[in-house]
């Protein structure tokens, strides 16, 4: 089936309860009806701001997917403008239609219509089709994000604090593997 099957158009508040099963995987921990009181908070800051577009893909008029598209810098260090696309998601029973491809011809207009030089997303480690279809659309890794829950970074944290007794035996297995190695490469090296 041709692209032509697939159009866009700006989310309105009507598209939360979809938009909630849609990116189930994205947002926050919390009771359905939080969640819908986020969506429906996204789809109107998105509808007022310049910066921001909310599209919903329908596929032959069946919504299908959806992105938020978002002017920003390429990060808070480096101000070059970039468009970010927040969770492009194609609905199940969709993919392989054309619709996230359209997703993301839209992010690179929006991106030409705004100036900027850069268009970034983020894609869950792990799905292995998603990064391929990113990788297709000549996005390339640049960083790795690494999250934590705060209570196991702050465990870790106090584990690693130099005085701390856990970080001191760790300290003190580590040099006792790398003497271990060091004496390994010393007796592996040929007399002569």
Do not use: C
């Not at 604090?161 to 190695?181: C, D, E, H, I, T």
Request: charged share 20%; net charge positive; no cysteine.
């Amino acid at each position: 089936m041709s692209r032509t099957a697939v159009s866009l158009r700006q989310a309105v508040v009507g598209d939360a309860a979809f938009l909630v099963g849609l990116w189930a995987d994205s947002l926050r921990r919390a009771d359905r009806q939080d969640q819908l009181a986020d969506v429906e908070l996204i789809v109107k800051e998105a509808a007022q701001s310049p910066d921001q577009r909310l599209l919903v893909a329908e596929y032959d008029g069946t919504v299908a997917g959806a992105v938020l598209l978002r002017l920003t810098t390429l990060s808070q260090l480096n101000l070059d403008p970039a468009v970010q696309v927040v969770s492009p998601h194609v609905a199940v029973g969709f993919r392989r239609k054309g619709v996230g491809h359209a997703l993301m011809e839209a992010a690179v207009a929006f991106a030409e219509e705004a100036g900027a030089q850069h268009v970034e997303t983020f894609v869950a480690a792990g799905s292995r089709d998603a990064n391929r279809f990113m990788a297709r659309m000549a996005l390339g890794p640049l960083a790795v994000a690494r999250i934590a829950a705060t209570p196991v970074m702050r465990s870790r944290v106090e584990a690693l604090r130099p005085g701390s007794p856990r970080g001191a035996a760790g300290r003190q297995l580590g040099q006792v593997l790398a003497a271990r190695r060091s004496m390994r490469r010393s007796q592996a090296l040929p007399r002569g």
